[in-house]
């Protein structure tokens, strides 16, 4: 990077004066209540509920210098904690931190990459229902995930769903004082949801029922100080421990990068730049991979564009990125002023926190939605959701993303009709169903709507007219708007061509791009000279396709005639 350009990035992330105290303002609320989301997102992950804290001063700065999306905050999110999580689960609690820490460097180093490969695009290619699928089934893992702590039961299970009918079927395992800790901490969230106190409600769930605890002495309530030693003042940067890669974090990482760049493009739309400037999704990959790498220098855990913190930071009034910087500044502060009393806080009020998220987090008016939609639709969103609650988070992941490209192709496949058109009085054409079977010695003109790659291609050539059993029948397709056609759709009408000059017949291609006339030429595969014509496309729609009629019809003039000859 030039000197030039580092100053251009110095100049672009300076604090404007007139915002600065609205933006100070703003981040507070954010800081406070990401106190009581950073540790239960490190307990969804694992480890000791201070690198959630950690993460949550670290990734709002990091990524707030270098967003696009100028108010998106990045920090802890459910998803992506779990995701980690379960990639880590089977690590030695001992050294699941170091391993944890690599995992996040990983996954910010991919989103980075993604980000200067320009790879934002892609985003879109993952069906909506695969990701109403994803996430509701995270959500439901938490819930079930969350009932051992909530009421202080040792569950066993190989997934959360296991583990939470282990623990209604073993009502005696529950200890009450848990329970009513956790119930008591549902309750202030659910009281306070519609109130005024709303972005302190977490904070304010885990501070009276653990006061409770701390009162009664109830010491078989577990506490966050079980989980480890909780470091106080301001956490110091430390490099990840390379001897702990393995396929396992390196899968995590992958599946906690897809997670966070999926999951960050949403949070750009909803929450646009207050000055009309349009998001840059490449950007706000980098900003999200520029957060985790920096959270996990500071031993922090996987961050991303959070729904939840963003919504509070435009709410609290926010204006520029330094609302999202500030949060983490705060944070900073209150880690050095109150790190030490992290290790109070009662472990069932961290799973009330995470069971009342994931419950808000459920859509079900969407999944009912999709499930109305087809069956296309209904595959995703049930298969995405069982492979959710029944698989690692990484191979759910992949199953998502494989099977959006899946129905993409399937779609751009199935979702392809042929159509005749018959020239109408005005100079305009008449669309109508193509026939089953060419009639002899006549042009059919045909058009195409729907992609012509791969699948699509050969959709295409069950959906043609059968030339078999006809005399002499000549074809227009029409292939105007097709700027690329790949090899399948080059042997589609190598063979269609050659299936029409068995029967005296020919194929004329109208519409056609130069490119594309340069690549059927240049394969060798389509005899041009022969029973295939080219129409290359012209400034006025429908004069090549008229063109190649013309020549169509004098075609089918001449072979009329020949098969009239007596001599012939």
């Given at each position: 990077m030039s000197a030039r350009s580092v100053l251009r990035w110095l100049g672009s992330v300076r604090p404007e004066r007139r915002h600065l105290r609205a933006d100070a303002v703003a981040g507070l609320p954010g800081a406070i209540s990401s106190v009581p989301d950073g540790m239960a997102c490190a307990v969804l992950a694992g480890v000791n509920p201070i690198h959630g804290l950690y993460a949550s001063f670290a990734g709002p700065v990091g990524?707030?210098?270098?967003?696009?999306?100028?108010?998106?905050?990045?920090?802890?999110?459910?998803?992506?904690?779990?995701a980690a999580g379960s990639a880590i689960e089977d690590v030695n609690p001992a050294e699941r931190p170091q391993a944890l820490f690599l995992l996040t460097v990983i996954a910010g180093a991919v989103m980075v990459l993604a980000g200067v490969a320009r790879l934002g695009r892609y985003t879109r290619f993952v069906s909506h229902s695969v990701m109403i699928g994803f996430l509701t089934g995270i959500a439901v893992n938490i819930v079930f995930g969350q009932l051992a702590d909530l009421t202080g039961a040792e569950a066993g299970g190989e997934f959360a769903v296991a583990k939470a009918i282990d623990?209604?079927?073993?009502?005696?395992?529950?200890?009450?004082?848990?329970?009513?800790?956790?119930?008591?901490?549902?309750?202030?969230?659910?009281?306070?949801?519609?109130?005024?106190?709303?972005?302190?409600?977490a904070l304010v769930a885990l501070a009276i029922p653990t006061a409770g605890v701390i009162i009664a002495a109830a010491d078989r309530v577990a506490r966050v100080k079980d989980a480890g030693d909780i470091p106080r003042g301001i956490p110091l940067p430390q490099l990840p421990d390379l001897s702990q890669l393995s396929a396992s974090v390196v899968t995590g990482a992958l599946a906690v990068a897809a997670i966070v760049l999926v999951?960050?493009?949403?949070?750009?739309?909803?929450?646009?730049?207050?000055?009309?400037?349009?998001?840059?999704?490449?950007?706000?990959?980098?900003?999200q991979g520029t957060g985790n790498i920096v959270s996990a220098l500071f031993r922090g855990q996987p961050v991303g564009g959070s729904v939840g913190q963003t919504a509070i930071n435009r709410a609290a009034g926010g204006r520029t990125r330094w609302a999202a910087i500030w949060s983490g500044l705060w944070m900073l502060a209150i880690l050095a002023a109150f790190s030490g009393v992290v290790g109070l806080v009662a472990m069932p009020t961290l799973a009330a926190v995470l069971i009342f998220?994931?419950?808000?987090?459920?859509?079900?008016?969407?999944?009912?939605?999709?499930?109305?939609?087809?069956?296309?639709?209904?595959?995703?969103?049930?298969t995405t959701f069982c492979a959710t609650l029944f698989l690692p988070v990484a191979a759910a992941v992949g199953i998502g993303v494989a099977l959006s490209l899946l129905l993409q192709l399937n779609q751009?496949?199935?979702?392809?009709?042929?159509?005749?058109?018959?020239?109408?009085?005005?100079?305009?054409?008449?669309?109508?169903?193509?026939?089953?079977?060419?009639?002899?010695?006549?042009?059919?003109?045909?058009?195409?709507?729907?992609?012509?790659?791969?699948?699509?291609?050969?959709?295409?050539?069950?959906?043609?007219?059968?030339p078999v059993g006809a005399e002499a029948p000549t074809v227009v397709l029409r292939l105007r708007g097709r700027t690329s056609l790949g090899a399948t759709f080059v042997k589609v009408v190598a063979e269609y061509s050659a299936a029409l000059e068995a029967v005296g017949g020919r194929l004329?291609?109208?519409?056609?791009?130069?490119?594309?006339?340069?690549?059927?030429?240049?394969?060798?595969?389509?005899?041009?000279?022969g029973p295939v014509g080219i129409f290359e496309a012209t400034e006025l729609v429908g004069e090549s396709t008229e063109q190649a009629l013309r020549a169509a019809e004098t075609w089918a003039v001449q072979q009329r005639r020949g098969t009239s000859d007596p001599d012939r």
């Open positions: 990524g707030g210098l270098t967003s696009s999306t100028r108010l998106m905050v990045i920090t802890t999110t459910g998803a992506a904690s779990l623990v209604v079927a073993h009502p005696s395992r529950i200890d009450l004082a848990s329970l009513v800790t956790g119930l008591a901490a549902l309750g202030i969230l659910i009281g306070l949801s519609r109130t005024r106190l709303s972005a302190v409600s999951q960050g493009s949403g949070v750009a739309e909803a929450a646009p730049n207050r000055d009309g400037t349009a998001s840059n999704p490449n950007q706000d990959f980098i900003a998220a994931a419950v808000r987090a459920l859509r079900f008016a969407e999944v009912t939605s999709i499930l109305r939609t087809g069956l296309t639709s209904q595959i995703a969103v049930v751009e496949a199935m979702d392809l009709k042929v159509v005749q058109l018959s020239p109408a009085p005005g100079d305009r054409w008449k669309e109508q169903p193509p026939p089953k079977r060419l009639p002899n010695h006549r042009v059919t003109v045909l058009d195409v709507y729907g992609s012509l790659f791969y699948a699509g291609s050969r959709t295409l050539q069950v959906r043609l007219p059968d004329y291609l109208s519409g056609v791009d130069r490119e594309v006339a340069d690549l059927l030429r240049r394969t060798g595969h389509v005899d041009v000279s």
